[in-house]
């Protein structure tokens, strides 16, 4: 996919959590899962599902504007996005236009049913580290929003908080 694996992706976010909590500044995590991708790689082959995630990777990549921002992939169809120094109000800004970029791109697979839209769904975790919380509770807040995106409907952003609800 042309960007960092899981081993530089877990190196970076450790170097990240440790500077943010230097700085005393927000760190914000995105997990990325590719909606549908199983069925679109099932239908159009390897090679289309290689392009796929590629072109999807690329889009992400292309978010990480700034010299520390850390884009990778996380596994299978999923990525992640690191971003130091960013709330969880330009994290959701960054996701949405994520989203809306990959809709844009049109990539679905015709089944004997129906037609299947490969899109994004995205779990935001945001938390400024200190000593009372560990680099996994950010792990955990991302991939727990990440859940509640896909059980939503899929094609939706969840950001972490007990009170939120994902957006379309």
């Known amino acids: 996919t ?14 990240e959590w440790k500077r943010m909590r230097r700085e005393k500044s927000d760190l914000s995590l995105l997990l990325f899962d590719v909606d549908n991708f199983k069925e679109f790689n099932d239908n159009h082959g390897h090679i289309a599902g290689d392009e796929c995630l590629k072109e999807i990777a690329r889009l992400i990549a292309a978010k990480s504007k700034r010299p520390a921002d850390f884009a990778a992939r996380y596994g299978g169809d999923e ?7 960013t709330s969880s109000h330009g994290a959701k800004h ?6 809306m970029e990959v809709q844009g791109l049109e990539l679905s697979c015709v089944t004997s049913q129906d037609s299947i839209q490969t899109s994004l769904s995205i779990g935001i975790g945001t938390l400024r580290p200190n000593e009372a919380i560990s680099i996994e509770q950010l792990l955990t807040a991302a991939d727990n929003a990440l859940y509640e995106a896909k059980s939503c409907g899929r094609n939706c952003i969840s950001l972490y908080k007990a009170d939120s609800k994902p957006v379309r």
């Not at 990525?79 to 120094?85: R, V, Y």
């Open 79 to 85: 990525f992640a996005l690191i971003l130091p120094n």
């Open 94 to 99: 960054i996701a949405e236009q994520l989203r």
């Open 2 to 15: 042309n960007i960092a694996n899981r081993r530089w992706f877990d190196e970076r976010l450790k170097e």
